[in-house]
């Protein structure tokens, strides 16, 4: 077995032992041959639902970029701030919520069942139940990423004159059936500020001064995205396109951005396929 194996196996098996210490951990182990659909390889979101107030998010936070540094490319992470734990305080005056988040963490009810918690392609464990916790997005990635890919996407992106403007094509492997939609996202990384915490592991307790947050979300093309299709089913083979502008704020480093694009069915909300390219490569 690999120290890298290895290392994600330790993190995940402290992890249960802070949040879950009944559950048993499924570690993600790597296989080659799984997910690939022939045509495209299956990529898989993990949304991390935190918040700068939240003391146990930091751990979770570590999970995350762990199975980040296992899967590579194939995984991404993006860490949505919302809820109460997200609320702007005096101490910590960052507010990294979005509109798209806050409905996210409504419909999906992440926060209110407790923070740190998340999805993993926004699959359904039962009808209506999304909710994956730290302690089981190894074993819920590893079962995603064996999936046959159903889709393959692109971004292509130029930024200019503070202006990002992106491409995402996405081609249908197979005639799906129903409404599909892209949501189209900014995420940022290497951003600096107070983060509440609790475990000595990560960092100075009660609170990081100086925490680097990851992956966080800063923009999304509405809360739901944008209709890709009216093909009912969807026409394999057939490019879909999508064309993006976005004028970047001011707080928001284009070196340390990513987009993020994922297709998915609006029904379902679940995930087809995503896609992340830096904003400036």
């Known amino acids: ?18 949040f879950y210490a009944c559950e048993k951990i499924e570690p993600p ?9 022939g045509e495209a390889e299956q990529k898989v979101l993990l949304e991390d639902y935190t ?15 762990q199975l980040k ?16 734990f997200a609320r702007p305080k005096s101490d910590m005056p960052q507010d990294f919520r979005t509109e798209a988040g806050e409905v996210w963490d409504g419909f999906f009810g992440v926060s209110a069942a407790g923070n740190p918690n998340g999805l993993v392609n926004r699959m359904q464990r039962a009808p209506g139940d999304y909710i994956v916790s730290p302690a089981e997005w190894g074993s819920t990635i590893d079962i995603e990423m064996k999936k046959e890919a159903k889709a393959k996407m692109t971004v292509h992106s130029d930024f200019e ?25 900014i995420t940022q990384d290497s951003i600096i ?12 307790t009660p609170k990081i001064e100086e925490y680097v947050f990851m992956h966080v979300l800063r923009y999304t093309n509405g809360a739901w995205g944008e209709r890709l299709t009216d093909d009912d089913p969807v026409v394999t083979g057939k490019k879909y396109v999508l064309e993006v502008t976005v004028n970047f704020e001011d707080e928001w480093v284009p070196e340390n951005c990513h987009v993020v694009a994922f297709v998915f069915d609006q029904e379902s909300k679940t995930i087809v396929q995503v896609e992340e390219a830096d904003v400036i490569e």
């Open 193 to 204: 500020g107070p983060q509440m915490n609790n475990d000595n592991n990560v960092g100075d």
């Open 51 to 65: 918040g700068h107030d939240c003391v146990n998010c930091p751990t979770a936070a570590i999970v995350a970029e």
């Open 161 to 185: 004159q503070n202006t990002l403007s992106s491409t995402i094509t996405t081609e249908f492997l197979y005639p799906l059936v129903g409404t599909y939609h892209v949501l189209f996202c």
């Open 69 to 84: 540094e296992f899967y590579g490319d194939k995984l991404v992470v993006m860490a949505v701030h919302a809820g109460f």
């Open 1 to 18: 077995m690999s120290m890298k194996i290895l290392r994600v196996i330790s993190i995940l098996a402290a992890v249960s032992f802070l």
């Open 29 to 37: 182990y790597k296989e080659d041959g799984g997910g690939s659909g």
